[in-house]
């Protein structure tokens, strides 16, 4: 386990910044190229040990990847593993792969670390049940997830009562596989990056925000050019909010509206933020971000709001601190089914720093008009805590120490040099 030490800032930070290429759309880019037969361009992967993950697994399953050219074998080709696929620490490995493989004629296993061991799987059972897929997890509803042939799935309407990306997403590619179309819908707030780009394929519709239809088919080979990841930028526009004088640019971040959460957050908090729209990747609007400096006030947030800044939501745990009057957080139960839970986490991080922070059944109180102060942080081996602290120090009243700080490496290796490098 290795230790990172973080001085404040004593000057603002005024930096464009090209941000690592997004997880969601890289596992999704992967999964859709290894299901499609021949050759697709995926440009701008993200470099995390997640995305390996998924790069790893669709490999065993019969991808050859070369630089940015995935050469797909076709689903309905896919080899069948000689042993359990290991998803690291990735739930959205493995439930992507989950769907993917619901339809094939072999049995396999989808596992990970102790952390992935511990979260929630059960959520896919019902889903994919309904089109007939032969689906188990252990008694406790965790990883191991065992997939066992069932004949042909069959298209059915189903209705799920959280907003899940990666749940939508597994039926979705499971239901791909189905004879005859199938529809889903739910709450919103969700990511909707893959029905975003199976309509672009011409394999889906929307008939309305949350409600999406799947035209069973064969998945084309594509190009898809991965942009900036809107959750690892996060870090960045929070220390340009928190560092007086600064300013931050990033271009070419995926700008999907599940995905801007944090953003509407800090704009409701007084941030100045600004985005111009520049382009998409299959219906993704992609553009450019600046914000700068500014006072804050505190908030209160909750409903779909949470859902679409739920990985940013340790993050604006630090920013809280430094607005005027608390910020609450509630309904974001979904924190505790993380890497760690992030609830708990959250809350220890602020508290090892100084801050007033109070947990909740599914979310958090923090206390504003605070300065945070020198510490050690524990970062619970979760990139969005250690993440965080290290945000967090920059504006702290004197060194932090991270333990577990290699845990950024899941979704941006090198974050630590990027924020030593800014401004210097």
């Known amino acids: 386990m290795s230790d990172a030490w973080i001085e404040p800032r004593s000057a603002g930070i005024r930096a464009e910044v090209a941000v690592p290429g997004d997880k969601s759309l890289s596992h999704r880019a992967l999964l859709l190229s290894a299901m499609a037969r021949g050759s697709s361009r995926v440009a701008g992967l993200a470099p995390g040990r997640d995305v390996a993950a998924t790069r790893d697994a669709v490999g065993l399953l019969g991808a050859r990847i070369v630089g940015d050219r995935v050469d797909g074998p076709g689903i309905d080709a896919w080899r069948a593993p000689k042993k ?4 690291r620490n990735s739930g959205t490995t493995l439930r992507l792969l989950a769907g993917a493989l619901a339809g094939r004629p072999f049995s396999t296993t989808l596992t990970g670390d102790a952390s992935l061991r511990q979260r929630p799987m059960r959520r896919l059972e019902a889903p994919l049940r309904a089109l007939g897929a032969d689906i188990t997890t252990t008694a406790a509803g965790t990883a191991p997830v065992r997939i066992a042939p069932s004949g042909p799935l069959r298209g059915a309407d189903v209705v799920i009562d959280i907003a899940s990306a990666q749940v939508r997403s597994a039926f979705a590619f499971a239901a791909l596989q189905a004879e005859g179309a199938s529809t889903i819908d739910g709450p919103p707030g969700f990511r909707d990056h893959t ?3 199976l309509t672009a394929l011409g394999l889906g519709t929307r008939p309305s925000s949350t409600r999406f239809v ?6 084309p080979p594509a190009d898809f050019s991965i942009p900036a990841d809107p959750s690892s930028a996060a870090y960045l526009w929070a220390a340009a909010v928190l560092l007086p004088g600064s300013e931050i640019v990033t271009p070419d971040v995926c700008l999907n509206p599940g995905r801007t959460g944090f953003l509407d957050v800090l704009v409701a908090m007084g941030a100045p933020v600004a985005t111009e729209i520049t382009g998409e ?9 600046t914000v700068r400096h500014a006072p804050l006030s505190g908030v209160a947030i909750g409903g779909p709001l949470v859902a679409r800044s739920i990985d940013e939501l340790p993050l604006l745990g630090v920013v809280a601190v430094h607005a005027t009057g608390p910020t609450t957080v509630n309904d974001a139960s979904e924190l505790r089914a993380k890497e760690s839970d992030r609830i708990a986490s959250t809350v220890a991080m602020l508290r090892s720093l100084g801050a007033a922070a109070e947990p909740g059944a599914d979310g958090f109180v923090v206390g504003g008009d605070g300065t945070l102060q020198g510490g050690v942080v524990d970062g619970a081996g979760d990139h969005r805590i250690v993440m965080a ?8 009243a004197g060194t932090v120490t991270i333990r ?3 845990a950024a490496d899941v979704s941006w290796p090198g974050f630590f040099d990027t924020l030593n490098r800014l401004g210097r």
Not at 84 to 87: E, K, L, R, S, T
Not at 281 to 289: A, C, E, L, M, S
């Open 84 to 87: 359990p696929i290991d998803c």
């Open 195 to 197: 029905e975003r780009w």
């Open 214 to 219: 799947i035209r069973p088919g064969a998945v």
């Open 281 to 289: 990747v299959h219906g993704d609007p992609i553009g450019t971000v």
């Open 389 to 396: 602290a290290a945000v967090a120090a920059l504006a702290a």
């Open 404 to 406: 577990g700080a290699e």
